[in-house]
């Protein structure tokens, strides 16, 4: 991988952008692989990106004391980005990609209001309630990334959405029983209620009729979320194309391991091989490569 300075990064900045690549690497085990098909230059941006979210969300899943007071601290370290000098490294470089491609700051305050709330809110009540949930956690994301690669307009971002939060909802339904030892239903209680599975059910690890009914219900709608975010890839060019085509399809994998265990997501969690990753980004990538749409 090349150093930042050699992708465009002022010397001075070359050290808080080896930190974010440092993080990345260290806490995401495909950035390494992922990086080989990133164009060079923006990979020092997108590992300041990440550093930011992960750094976010280590404070919401991890942290020790406080937690909506180290947030509030995270706040005002990402102000300190658009109207202040930041002192840790992976903020300098957060300011430097930030001024670099215009980002304004409500995907950044997103994320940190989506760690809030899972501080303060363990259950949804009904589905609008998990996706505005989805609208803090998961789509901001997609902006993030969208704004790096050079759009920012309105309907690219709205498709993003689509496919972000169907990310967002697999990643749940396949997390159903982690989520719980953490004391958090990311599944609707409307939705519990109209297919009879309760929570003490889901204590138990039952893994019943009712329950395969509900998980079947969730994975139908999280496909049609996928399918209303499809378009995005003919509305992107370059390798970015590439992406997010494997982030839907890497969600479906998901969807289809899910589908696979006949929805019992209690007793296993359903996963996507590290084997089956690789073959899925060298095919799609030799797909797009042959047919000329990267």
């Known amino acids: 991988m090349a150093s930042p300075t050699e992708q465009g990064i002022p010397k001075e900045l070359e050290p808080a952008y080896e930190e974010c690549i440092r993080l990345a690497s260290s806490h995401y085990e495909n950035f390494t692989v992922a990086a080989r098909f990133l164009s060079k230059e923006i990979i020092p941006h997108l590992s300041a990106i990440y550093a930011y979210c992960r750094g976010v969300d280590d404070l919401g899943d991890e942290a020790e004391g406080d937690r909506l007071a180290l947030l509030e601290a995270w706040t005002a370290d990402l102000e300190s980005c658009y109207s202040g000098t930041p002192e840790a490294l992976h903020l300098q470089a957060l300011q430097h990609t930030i001024g670099t491609y215009n980002i304004p700051p409500e995907p950044f305050r997103k994320l940190i209001e989506a760690n809030r709330m899972d501080q303060v809110r363990l259950r949804h009540n009904t589905f609008e309630d998990l996706l505005n949930y989805c609208e803090h956690s998961a789509n901001p994301v997609g902006h993030l990334y969208l704004y790096i690669s050079g759009y920012s307009d309105e309907e690219r971002h709205r498709l993003s959405d689509f496919t972000c939060t169907a990310l967002q909802l697999a990643n749940f339904w396949q997390d159903v029983h982690r989520d719980y030892a953490m004391g958090r239903i990311y599944l609707p209680q409307e939705d519990m209620t109209r297919f009879g599975y309760t929570e003490e059910e889901l204590a138990a690890g039952v893994c019943n009729d009712a329950f395969r009914s509900l998980m079947a219900f969730q994975i139908e709608r999280t496909q049609h979320y996928f399918e209303q975010g499809a378009p995005l890839v003919k509305l992107v060019e370059g390798k970015a194309r590439l992406h997010i085509k494997l982030f839907s399809l890497g969600g479906l994998r998901v969807?289809?391991?899910?589908?696979?265990?006949?929805?019992?997501?209690?007793?296993?969690?359903?996963?996507?091989?590290?084997?089956?990753?690789?073959?899925?980004?060298?095919?799609?990538?030799?797909?797009?490569?042959?047919?000329?749409?990267?």
Do not use: C, H
């Open 255 to 294: 969807l289809d391991a899910i589908r696979g265990q006949r929805y019992d997501v209690l007793s296993k969690r359903p996963r996507v091989s590290k084997s089956r990753k690789a073959w899925l980004l060298l095919k799609t990538y030799l797909w797009m490569k042959l047919t000329r749409q990267i």
